[in-house]
Structure formats: C-alpha cells, structure tokens
Nanobody, 119 residues
C-alpha cells in the first residue's frame, strides 16, 4: 500500500520559516506536490516537483517557498520562508505517476499537517 506521511507543521510567527517533509512508502513517484487547504476554502495547489527535478510554484508562494526532493529517500520537502498569516492552512503532500496539473489528478494524498502563522 502507498502511504504519504507529512511532518514539520507547527506554529510560527509571520516572517518566520518552517520546513515540511513528506515521506512516501516504498516507491519513487513521477510527480510529488504540495497542496494546502484553509478553513472554508478549496484545496489549492502550492508546489510540485517532477522526478527529474523540474519545479513549479504557485504565484502566491513564488519567491518565498521552495520545493525539493530526495529520490533515494522517496521524500519531498517544502521550505517555507517569509510566512504570512494567509499561509495558514493544512498542508497536504500529494503524489502520482502522472503529471499533477490539479488536485483532481492526484493519485495519493497524505493526511496533512497543520501550519499556523500568527500575526
């Protein structure tokens, strides 16, 4: 079975940094991605990285967040800098063997980890 387990969430002051990790069990996926969902809002795309290392970030986080992966460890990372209160959300790791263009194309989801940014 495939499991994605996120870690690293927590409470941080605005302007601070936080790093998230997601470990995928047993395999290397073509695409790994991060989404987030704030209360009352739809789940939104944050970042994705291909097995090749190709990266794409949402405009809302570009310049502040970075995504990377360690294929040997089947792990994807999200480094979040210059955090804003509007970044507060549950962050979900996602993975698939196809290109992830949107949430509807995600094959596997993690359980999520809470990130709270205080003002």
């Amino acid at each position: 079975q495939v499991r994605l387990v996120e870690s690293g969430g927590g409470l941080v002051q605005a302007g601070g940094s936080l790093g998230l990790s997601c470990a995928a069990s047993g395999r290397t996926f073509y695409t790994m991605a991060w989404f987030r969902q704030a209360p009352g809002k739809e789940r939104e795309f944050v970042a994705r990285i291909r097995r090749s290392g190709s990266i794409y970030l949402a405009d809302s986080v570009k310049g502040r967040f970075t995504v990377s992966r360690d294929n040997a460890k089947n792990t994807v990372y999200l480094q979040m800098n210059s955090l804003k209160p509007e970044d507060t959300a549950v962050y979900y790791c996602a993975a698939g063997d196809v290109a992830i263009i949107g949430a509807n194309l995600v094959e596997y989801w993690g359980q999520g980890t809470q990130v709270t940014v205080s003002s």
